[in-house]
């Protein structure tokens, strides 16, 4: 009897540890991964500027009097109470796990008030904007930043999220893009090299306090992170001739404007109105059968709201239109997926991205619902079973390609609690 009572104690012993053990498993494998998205279809035109600087990539300098606008539209004149937080992440974009106060002066949440109707246009929408930061809430550490947007209080639902950087420059970083790759000479890749000198700022272990992150076109699927420097002489780290900066050279983006519905502008093939909205066709795509490189200007991904009728306001002037994609090709690909690849689908490879076959016309199609202005967008093709895209499948690759890199430098020293960001490089 006391052996069996024995037992039956060391079971129930074990049992809390183990429900420990996977609500910490649990917790890990679920830990959330930030991304700038929306969540609700009924919200479009999601943006992140830098003093409302269309071009600019989404970092600001701490303690500079630089400032975040988002903004976006709500498809609808009807009234809606949102409200926004903010999170600090790791380097790898995971909630850091400090208290607000710890990273935020003034207030966690805020009350999104500023909100137009749109004027004279077939959709209806209501657009928000608002700045982070502002006269209720500061930033007091650099890293990453990302802002929860949700309706009626209701932060377990968010509609949409935004991501953003704050820098404190502390190291200056050099770089260089060429063709003359570790794997071929000036054929489809391109090799990102860098220096990054500490001007003097203390880093007591390189390879474990330092985090390094470098995103091609703002995309997240193809970035590189955590790279150990090449070789190291006094203040200067150096990442030269290193595999995992070889990125893909892929192609310029396509490019078209409806930023006006009387006429045809670039990459159009007509502008019909079928009651009661407007519908633009984009001349039809080809798959890259040249594999000659020839340069157009692109602006690498992103996208610019404009109306050229514009009286007052192009946020609440522009209109809405259905874009009709189209990629003929006689046979789908078995392999994988095509997506549609820009800041305007955020860069993500989901249902809103992905193209469909029609077996009937012969081709791969999407229609979105997208606001006036000029667009960039690439076609990728993503293999069954990877998470990395490539153009090269639609689109070609090219060592020649102008692509745009930034280099992200994290520090995180031995026993702090975040990652600071302590440099940014932009390279065009």
């Known amino acids: 009897m006391n052996a069996k009572l024995t037992k039956m104690n060391m079971m129930n012993k074990k049992i809390p540890c183990l429900l420990l053990l996977l609500s910490l498993t649990v917790h890990t494998f679920s830990q959330t991964v930030y991304r700038t998205k929306i969540f609700d279809p009924e919200v479009k035109t999601l943006q992140v500027k830098v003093n409302d600087d269309n071009y600019l990539i989404p970092v600001i300098e701490l303690n500079s ?8 539209d709500q498809m609808s004149h009807e009234a809606h109470s949102y409200s926004y937080t903010l999170i600090h992440c790791n380097a790898n974009w995971t909630p850091s796990g400090l208290s607000s106060n710890e990273y935020l002066t003034g207030f ?9 109707l749109s004027q004279v246009t077939t959709f209806l929408y209501t657009h928000y904007s608002f700045d982070v930061p502002n006269s209720d809430t ?12 949700y309706e009626d209080n209701n932060q377990d ?11 404190e420059p502390k190291v200056s970083i050099t770089a260089n893009v060429r063709g003359n790759t570790d794997t071929e000479l000036n054929r489809r890749m391109q090799q990102l090299d860098f220096d990054i000198n500490l001007n003097g700022y203390n880093v007591r272990d390189v390879n474990s306090e330092l985090k390094i992150t470098v995103r091609q076109n703002n995309r997240f699927d193809n970035e590189v992170s955590n790279i150990p420097p090449t070789f190291i002489s006094g203040q200067k780290l150096s990442y030269t001739n290193n595999k995992a900066l070889i990125f893909e050279g892929g192609n310029e983006y396509h490019r078209f404007d409806i930023s006006s519905v009387h006429a045809a502008s670039e990459g159009i093939d007509r502008i019909v109105f079928r009651q009661p909205h407007y519908e633009a066709m984009l001349v039809a795509d080809k798959i890259q059968t040249s594999r000659s490189y020839s340069h ?5 991904g992103r996208f ?15 209109d809405y239109i259905y874009v009709n994609f189209i990629l003929p090709t006689k046979n789908p690909f078995f392999d994988g997926q095509i997506y549609l690849g820009g800041d305007f689908c955020y860069n993500l490879t989901n249902d809103n991205s992905r193209l469909e076959y029609d077996f009937n016309n012969g081709a791969y199609y999407k229609t979105l619902l997208l606001k006036q202005g000029g667009y960039n967008y690439q076609y990728w093709f993503l293999p069954k079973g990877q998470s990395t895209a490539n153009v ?23 026993g702090e609690r975040y990652d600071r960001l302590i440099g940014v490089k932009n390279i065009q």
């Open 296 to 300: 157009n200007f692109d602006v690498n």
């Open 65 to 72: 009097g630089d400032y975040i606008r988002i903004s976006f």
């Open 157 to 167: 639902k968010p509609v949409a999220q935004a991501c953003f950087s704050v820098a």
């Open 304 to 318: 610019i709201i404009n109306y050229q009728e514009v009286f007052e306001d192009v946020n609440t002037e522009g």
């Open 138 to 149: 500061g930033l007091k550490i650099s890293g990453n930043y990302v802002i929860i947007i």
């Open 392 to 414: 090269e499948r639609v689109d070609g690759s090219y060592w020649q390609t102008a692509n745009e890199y930034v280099i992200y430098v994290y520090h995180r020293p031995w």
């Open 108 to 116: 966690t949440t805020g009350d999104i008030t500023n909100f137009k």
